[in-house]
């Protein structure tokens, strides 16, 4: 998870988008001094992410609220569970309600789904990776989220990994260039950084292997016949990745071929939040 002063400043965003110039429905009917608690309920099974996230929108609205976690991120919950109550001025705890909720179902959301997609590759080796295509200003929390439902975060943005998609290698002239361009600069600014490239076909994955210098091969939207092949030619003198309109009906038959790692955009932007609910306790 993001660090406190970033996760702070992230909350504030929401809350300032939330609230604007106040909360007129609370304050025109809920008296200031009036004191109540709630809870927080599972509506639907699944594995929570976002409690410390949720306690926190609380405490940035009113520091003196009392919020009790009674589960927390990672851990399987059912319908019916209570994840958290809360106590304290019942102003304060209407107007963090919708913020809290809205960042603990989305990542409660992408846990269960990457949870269940992490099951289906069970007896395998191939890991399940996640993307960059995640909600801006969201990723590292987005990331967590595949992290708390036992999926593996991929890079973390442009600046932790080099990956020579497609349009780096057309643009740079070809894998050849593209991968010497690449390592001259990563010695030449003192980095130490992984390359992936990205093929699309079998005579791109060949031109890669004669010419090597990188750490891990993208087979990008591969039949699962043509990735048992290029494994295959691979045979592991690289890491290998299979990307690309995989689905959950297919797999579990391209993980078969012996891959590495499947990476799966819609782990993050293709999400239903978990249904959870805030009550009068």
Known sequence: MM???????LITMALTE???????STLACIP???VNAAKMVAKADGILCGAEVGERVFKLVDNSLTVNLLRHDGEVIAKGDIIMTIEGHAGSILTAERTALNFMQRLSGIATETHRMVQ???????RLLDTRKTTPNMRLLEKYAVACGG??????GLYDMVMLKDNHVDFAGGIEPAIDRTRDY???KGKELRIEI???????LQRVLDH??????????FTPELLAEAVKRIAGRYETEASGGITEQTLRTYAETGVDFISVGALTHHIKSLDISLVKK
């Open 32 to 34: 200031p001094d009036a």
């Open 3 to 9: 660090n406190i002063d970033n996760l702070d400043q």
């Open 186 to 188: 990563l010695k030449a």
């Open 212 to 221: 090597g210098g990188v750490d891990r091969i993208m087979l990008d939207n």
């Open 120 to 126: 289906m590759l069970d007896g395998l080796h191939t």
């Open 198 to 204: 990205e093929v699309r076909n079998l005579d791109e």
């Open 151 to 156: 999926g593996t975060n991929h890079r973390i």
């Open 18 to 24: 939330d609230i604007g110039d106040g909360d007129h």
